[in-house]
C-alpha cells in the first residue's frame, strides 16, 4: 500500500512570495490533515478535511494561508504571502474514519522563508 | 485546553541502556494515545498506540501503558540500539477523525 504522498520535499523562497504544497493520501482515507511542525516544536494542526469538506480551520491564519481538496482526494496547501515566521515543515497525513484510527503521515515539505 | 506534556530532551544513552520519556495529558473523555517516531530527515512515524485505559501498546520492543489515573503514556524500552536515535513525539487523538495534539518531541541519541 502506498504511503503519503508530498511534494515538494525542499522549497526556499523569499518573504512575500508565494508557494503552493501538494498531498496525495493513502487510496481510500477520507479524512486529510495539514500540520505545521516548527523547528524544535511538536506539528500542530492547520486544517482538516472530511472528503472534499473542511472539518476544522480554527488555526490557519486565513489572511495568507489556504487549502482546497476540490476533489476528496489529492489536496493543495498554499502561502501567500510567505512571511519568515511560515519557515517550517508542512506535514500532510491522512486516516480513514472508523473507530479511532491512526493518521498516517507524508515526508513532509520543508519551507525555508528569507 | 487539551495538552500533551513530555520530557525535555536531549535524551543521550548508551547503547544496551534503559529508556523512559515521560508524557502526560490533559483532556476530556478519554482519547487515544500514540507515540510517533521522527528519524533525521524523515516523516512521523506511527510506533504504538492504546485506546482505552490499561491497553499496553508495543512495537519494535517499545512499551508504554495508557494509565488514566496519572494521565500518563510513558514510553519505555529495556535495550536501546544506536539505530533507535531519532525524535519521539507523544501524542493525544479524540473521537474518530479529530486531529492530534503533540507534546514538544523528545530527542534521543544513543552512542556505541
Known amino acids: 500500500e502506498a504511503g503519503v504522498a508530498q511534494s515538494p520535499r525542499y522549497k526556499i523562497i523569499e518573504k512575500r512570495q508565494s508557494v503552493a504544497f501538494w498531498c496525495n493520501p493513502i487510496?481510500?482515507?477520507?479524512?486529510l490533515y495539514w500540520y505545521q511542525q516548527i523547528l524544535g516544536q511538536g506539528p500542530k494542526l492547520l486544517i482538516q478535511f472530511q472528503n472534499n469538506g473542511v472539518v476544522d480551520d480554527s488555526q490557519l491564519p486565513k489572511d495568507r494561508f489556504s487549502a482546497e481538496r476540490l476533489k476528496g482526494v489529492d489536496s493543495t496547501l498554499k502561502i501567500q504571502p510567505a512571511k519568515l515566521e511560515d519557515s517550517a515543515v508542512y506535514l500532510c497525513?491522512?486516516?480513514?474514519?472508523?473507530?479511532?484510527?491512526?493518521?498516517?503521515f507524508g515526508p513532509g515539505t520543508r519551507l525555508l522563508v528569507l | 485546553g487539551d495538552s500533551v506534556t513530555q520530557m525535555e530532551g536531549p535524551v543521550t544513552l548508551s547503547e544496551e541502556a534503559f529508556l523512559t520519556i515521560n508524557c502526560t495529558y490533559t483532556a476530556t473523555g478519554y482519547p487515544s494515545l500514540f507515540w510517533y517516531v521522527q528519524y533525521p530527515g524523515e516523516g512521523l512515524q506511527l510506533l504504538l498506540k492504546a485506546t482505552k485505559a490499561d491497553d499496553k501498546g508495543s512495537n519494535k520492543g517499545f512499551e508504554a501503558t495508557y494509565r488514566k489515573e496519572t494521565t500518563s503514556f510513558h514510553l519505555e524500552k529495556g535495550s536501546v540500539q544506536v539505530s533507535d536515535s531519532a525524535v519521539y513525539f507523544c501524542?493525544?487523538?479524540?473521537?474518530?477523525?479529530?486531529?492530534?495534539?503533540f507534546g514538544k518531541g523528545t530527542t534521543l541519541s544513543v552512542s556505541s
Open positions: 497525513a491522512s486516516s480513514s474514519i472508523r473507530g479511532q484510527e491512526t493518521q498516517y
Open positions: 501524542a493525544r487523538g479524540g473521537q474518530a477523525g479529530t486531529a492530534l495534539i
Open positions: 487510496s481510500g482515507h477520507a479524512t
